[in-house]
């Protein structure tokens, strides 16, 4: 039984303060409505269009311990895919297989090691045979080597991880790439503040030429505040500002100094999304109010 109703309404054109200050909802129309179980699992979603259309839909049916077991995803009112998940004793998803309109059916298979963390992945075709599989290598409790093998289980890309200890954790602070489609290869160096922070990384192609540098920056209570990525030709800047006395969020994320997103956020205590307003050249501008309805 679903424990909880959540409505995404959206008023187009409005402001923040407008619909906050109680904007008529017949001036908005529903883009989602979902349900919950008690602990939060989706057990339903519904995506509609602006004349109150169904576009997607997903159904989830869950066993005794709360599980996802079965999944049904739906366009425009027809089923496309269901999806059944299998566990193991320790309730780890094991197998995925999806099952599609047209007939055609795929299968995930999951392994772990002894400390439950996932060493394979096998993509299996509708003959039975391994598409693909990822594979993953283990020192202790950290990653340092990740796999992708294509047709005939020939290498497509390869990832290898150095770690050091930063504050009182283990980090990452080198991760060569390799694509054998491209025969591109690339190291990315990580830095962090003495407490273990990420404060930015670089990365160099095979040739020790930087292709891309990142710079993250922070608050005083350790929110990220700016996420500035460049690369040859192209800056991509994220700026976050929270207004603890008000309860927002505003994000602006500017393209070569050009702004093209900007969304302010309200939160609730709980740090629930209430509303969230947009303004983007694509999609212009509008304020979502989110609703919730135990039940």
């Known amino acids: 039984m679903p424990s909880a109703k959540i409505t995404r309404l959206r008023f187009s054109g ?61 366009y425009e009112g027809e089923l496309a895919e269901t999806v059944v998940f299998e566990y193991d004793v ?50 202790g409790k950290m990653m340092v080597e990740q796999c992708k093998y294509g047709e005939n289980d020939s290498l497509t890309e390869k990832l290898t991880f150095r770690y050091e ?11 060569k790439h390799f694509s054998a489609d491209t025969g591109h290869e690339t190291v990315t160096k990580y830095t962090y503040t003495d407490s273990g922070m990420l404060t930015g990384s670089l990365t160099y192609d095979r040739s020790n030429k930087c292709v891309e540098k990142q710079t993250l920056s922070y608050d005083e209570r350790k929110r990220e505040t700016g996420n500035l990525i460049e690369t040859p030709g192209r800056t991509v800047h994220r700026r976050t500002v929270y207004d603890d006395e008000k309860g927002t969020i505003i994000s602006e994320r500017y393209v070569d100094g050009m702004l093209v997103s900007h969304t302010e956020e ?21 304020t979502d109010k989110i609703t919730r309805q135990e039940l």
């Open 14 to 74: 409005f402001t923040l303060e407008e619909v906050m200050n109680g904007a008529d909802e017949k001036e908005a129309f529903t883009i989602n409505s979902s349900e919950t179980s008690a602990d939060g699992t989706l057990l339903r979603s519904v995506d509609y269009d602006s004349d109150g259309n169904e576009i997607e839909k997903i159904e989830n049916k869950l066993d005794e311990k709360g599980r996802i077991t079965e999944q049904k995803h739906y």
């Open 90 to 139: 320790n309730s780890l998803p094991v197998k995925e297989t999806k099952r599609y309109a047209d007939g055609g059916e795929e299968e995930v298979q999951t392994t772990y090691n002894a400390d439950n963390r996932v060493t394979e992945r096998k993509f299996i075709g509708s003959e039975g045979e391994v598409e693909r599989r990822e594979a993953f290598r283990f020192e």
């Open 165 to 175: 200890k930063i504050g009182e954790e283990m980090e990452p602070v080198e991760i």
């Open 266 to 286: 309200k939160r609730n205590a709980k740090d629930e999304l209430l509303f969230i307003h947009t303004r983007e050249p694509e999609l212009g501008i509008f």
